[in-house]
Structure formats: C-alpha cells, structure tokens
C-alpha cells in the first residue's frame, strides 16, 4: 500500500522555493546524521565487528520494524564513532549537507550519555569547537550543540550534565536535551538534573510525546520544565494539551518522516501536524535523523506541501524555527532580515 503522504503532487514553483529557501534547524541528531555507509566505514576503521557481514546487509537494517529496533542500529551507529578524527569527519559531511539545502543555522543534539565512556570530554569540546569554527568559515553556518541524555541510561544524567556545564562555559553547548527509549522511562526520572540545569542557566528540551503519549509531554512540561519539546505530535490526542501548548506557544520540533517510519504515525494518515497547527500550536519542521529515514530538511517541508500545506503555511513554519531558536535577539533579526530578502524575491 502507498502511503498518504506520498500520493499528491505540487508545483515545481513550490519544491523550488522549498528548495532554495534559507532554513534554520533546530531537531537533528549528530550521530542519526551519519549514513549507513559512513558508519560502515567507521566500523572498518575502529575495528568494531558490525552485526552483518556486508553493507547491503548493514543498509537493509535501515528498514526500521519499530522504534526499539531503531535504537538498535543508532546503538551499533554510535559504538563505532570512536576518536576525535571521527566526529571532524562526521561534522564535515553534515556541514556540506546541510549547506547544500541551505540550511543556515542548526541546534544539533549530541547522543551524550553513550559518548562518553569512548572519549575524554576535552577532546569532545576541542573537536565540536573546531567543527563550530569550520562551519562558519567554510560554508558560513552556525552550529550549536545541545547533548542529551539517553533515557533507558538514567544513571548516566549526572555525568552528562556536567559534561554540557563544561561546553556552556566554553559557549558551544547551550542546552540539555532528553532522547532515547520514552517507554518506561517518564521524565520524572530526570527532574534533578533539569533543575541544576536551569539554576546554571541552560535551555531545556526534551522528546516527548512520540512514543509515548500526551502524559509524556505533560511530564516534560510539569517535571522537567522545557523550553522546547522534541516531536510532541502525540499532543494531538489529548484536547486539554493541545489548548495548553497552543496557549503557552511551547515550539514543538515535528519530524514527520522520522514519524513515519518509526510507525509514530500511521503511512496511511495524514501526519499530525495538521491537527497541531489548526489548533493554533507553534510548530517547526526538522529530519531528526536525516539518512536514517532518507530524508533531508528540505524533504520534510516538501511532505507537508504533499498534504495540502500551502506556501504561506510552510513559509510561517520557517519563519517559526528563528523564533523557538535559542538565538539572541539580534541574531534572530539578522535571520529575518535574510529571510525577508529571499520572501521579497520569490513572492512578488
Ligand atoms: N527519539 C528519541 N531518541 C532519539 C531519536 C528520536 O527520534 N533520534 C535519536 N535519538
Ligand atoms: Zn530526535
């Protein structure tokens, strides 16, 4: 069966605008930005035995049956990213990914709760920094880091956090973020560290209503007290949330092909974000895990312009990622005035 979302066709005007038009990212992982064939090559290199014997067979694992078996493979993706050369490495191939769709700014997360036991934490910085000065002089983009703390690892919260505190000081981390298994792992759990967090100054995020559903993100709201609220789409179920979210204007970082294919939302509906946006919630678009589930920024706008999203539409929800960004203000308008000049050109 087709799905959905795949069914519609839009204008080439429209895919073309979507294309050319400068974009902010603020919900993508670092180590979910590796391709299969990367992360092959990095097993090759670190000597770590891969499950399969052969990269077709490796790539073929990229057929998610569900969202513990995608933990599975971003599990092995990450035993095999070892040494400093590899995170240059893997930061390049972002970088030029990212430029090519023009994507100017990004908050990416750092899966930080598995790193650490691989790296010395200096080194981490030292190379992240590095990668943050790279971007900008190569291809004039700015990166933040925000790492996270796997939630299935709950005793890993407290290393991590110091870990952000150490890349606060030195201004390339700027937030503490919440990924991983959400079953059976609520944020309650997490409460101690996002109070130190936000004593010390950081943003909080987390994922939440992705796996699991509206009383994950009311945990996030109530226990954790986020900023920000990675995927959200459940919200969509729970009335009362939807008029809160909507209320409050918390952004939500909605991925829809992340959603798709992790069985989140169902190939033969229409995604979520109809629901949020109609019901006036403040809403980006993101890939999350871009060549894990082919896709790409450019991509996930295209699939909301498949299900009806109009120009206007997915021009406001571009517009939204400068917004929900933790840019300062006079960053923020320096974006606007950028995007103001593309509107200007594209829509006369
Ligand atoms: N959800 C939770 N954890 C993750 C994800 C996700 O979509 N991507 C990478 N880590
Ligand atoms: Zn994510």
């Known amino acids: 069966m087709s799905a959905i979302y795949e069914n519609t066709t839009i204008s080439i005007e429209l895919a073309d605008r979507l294309r050319a038009m400068p974009k902010i990212e603020l919900h993508v992982h ?20 891969p499950p399969v014997a052969r990269l077709e067979e490796w790539q073929a694992m990229y057929a998610f049956r569900d ?14 990213m070892q040494t400093a050369d590899d995170f240059t490495f893997m930061v390049e ?10 994507v ?17 934490q200096d080194e981490v910085i030292a190379v992240l920094t590095e990668g943050i000065k790279h971007g900008k002089e190569k291809y004039d983009i700015e990166l933040r880091f925000i ?22 000081e030195k201004g390339i981390f700027i937030g503490l973020g919440l990924g991983g298994m959400e079953v059976g ?9 996002y109070d130190e967090a936000r004593r010390q100054g950081l943003h909080l995020l987390a994922h939440a209503g992705e796996t699991v559903g509206p009383e994950s993100v009311w945990g996030a709201i109530n226990d954790l007290k986020v900023e920000r609220i990675g995927h959200g789409v459940r919200s969509a179920e729970d009335p009362k949330l939807l008029e809160y979210l ?18 989140v939302t169902p190939l033969d509906e229409p995604h979520q974000m109809r629901a949020l946006v109609d019901a006036g919630v403040f809403c980006t678009v993101n890939s999350d895990d871009p060549p894990m589930f082919s896709t790409d920024l ?26 929900a960004s933790f840019l300062t203000d006079e960053e923020k308008e320096a974006y606007r005035a950028e995007w103001k000049e593309f509107y200007a050109k594209v829509d006369k």
């Open 30 to 49: 670092l180590e979910g930005a590796t391709d299969a064939a990367t992360v092959w090559e990095l097993a090759q290199r670190n000597k770590v035995t």
């Open 67 to 80: 969202f513990n078996h995608f933990l599975d493979v971003y599990g092995f993706a990450m035993q095999c």
């Open 93 to 102: 191939r972002f970088l030029a990914e990212q430029a090519r769709q023009n």
């Open 104 to 120: 100017r700014y990004c908050e990416v997360f750092l899966s930080a709760s598995f790193m650490l036991d691989n790296f010395p």
């Open 147 to 168: 790492p996270d703390i796997g939630r299935q690892v709950p005793e890993t919260r407290h290393k991590v956090l110091d870990f952000v505190l150490k890349g606060f």
């Open 185 to 193: 792992f609520p944020p309650k759990l997490f409460t101690d560290v």
């Open 246 to 263: 909507a209320e409050t204007q918390t952004p939500l970082e909605v991925c829809p092909h992340s959603n798709y294919r992790l069985g």
């Open 298 to 323: 450019t991509s996930e706008y295209l699939l909301f312009a498949k299900q009806g999203f109009s120009w206007d539409e997915l021009w406001q929800l571009n517009l939204n990622a400068i917004k």
